[in-house]
């Protein structure tokens, strides 16, 4: 099965830029979707196709994906950015919905 | 507005049934594929299964074929997952999500969650 491999803390301070990575066997191949949640919410699309922004989503996040990793680029971070991340891939072979392990997000 | 509300979590001891269900509302249900996806405390986001429009096609992850059942009722606006032999690692927060708004596999938007815990 198809595995995607995020790594467990990212931390950054106010300001500054934040990127959190999601790997997978050639997922450039693959469109990548992004997800964030806050603590006892559910989770909020924040990044589609690699690097589409739903409407209401600010600029600040931005994604893009290319040979065995996607990234997650959050711009000048603020405080309500701090969540956990997910990117989220479908895979063809099994046609199963996979996700990374999540990311926390620590905003210094 | 788009909406999805779930409900029909609770405790439930090993080996038993439970059925979740997910009303939807603000958009043409019969039009969107739908998923469940369950989250264990403190741990990540799992994707449980998924039905397409018109419920003909349906998909599980290996851990819960066999025991658990999706469906909906497009009349009703409202998807099921029907959870048989649930064991003590089903215990989870299960979200259900509509698939592919802006693309073919995206999840948005998400309902709030409904907690099922599974203990003697």
């Known amino acids: 099965s198809y595995v995607l491999t995020q790594p467990p803390s990212v931390s950054v301070a106010p300001g500054q830029t934040a990127r959190i990575t999601c790997g997978g066997n050639?997922?450039?191949?693959?469109?990548v979707h992004w997800y964030q949640q806050k603590p006892g919410q559910a989770p909020v699309l924040v990044v589609y196709?690699?690097?589409d922004r739903p409407s209401g989503i600010p600029e600040r996040f931005s994604g893009s994906n290319s040979g065995n990793t996607a990234t997650l680029t959050i711009s000048r971070v603020e405080a309500g950015d701090e969540a956990d991340y997910y990117c989220q891939v479908w895979d063809s072979s099994s046609d199963h919905q996979v996700f990374g392990g999540g990311t926390k997000l620590t905003v210094l | 507005e788009v909406q999805l509300v779930e409900s029909g979590g609770g405790l439930v001891q090993p080996g038993g049934s439970l059925r979740l269900s997910c009303a939807a509302s603000g958009f043409t249900f019969s039009s969107y594929w739908m998923h469940w996806v369950r989250q264990a405390p403190g741990k990540g986001l799992v994707w449980v299964s998924r039905?397409?429009?018109?419920?003909?096609?349906?998909s599980y992850a290996d851990s819960v074929k066999g025991r658990f059942t999706i469906s909906r009722d497009n009349a009703k606006n409202t998807l099921y997952l029907q959870m048989n032999s649930l064991r003590a690692e089903d215990t989870a927060v299960y979200y259900c999500a509509r698939g592919g708004y802006h693309s073919g596999y995206d999840l948005e938007p998400w309902g709030q969650g409904t907690l099922v815990t599974v203990s003697s």
């Open positions: 196709d690699d690097s």
């Open positions: 039905i397409n429009s018109d419920g003909s096609s349906t």
């Open positions: 050639n997922i450039g191949s693959k469109s």
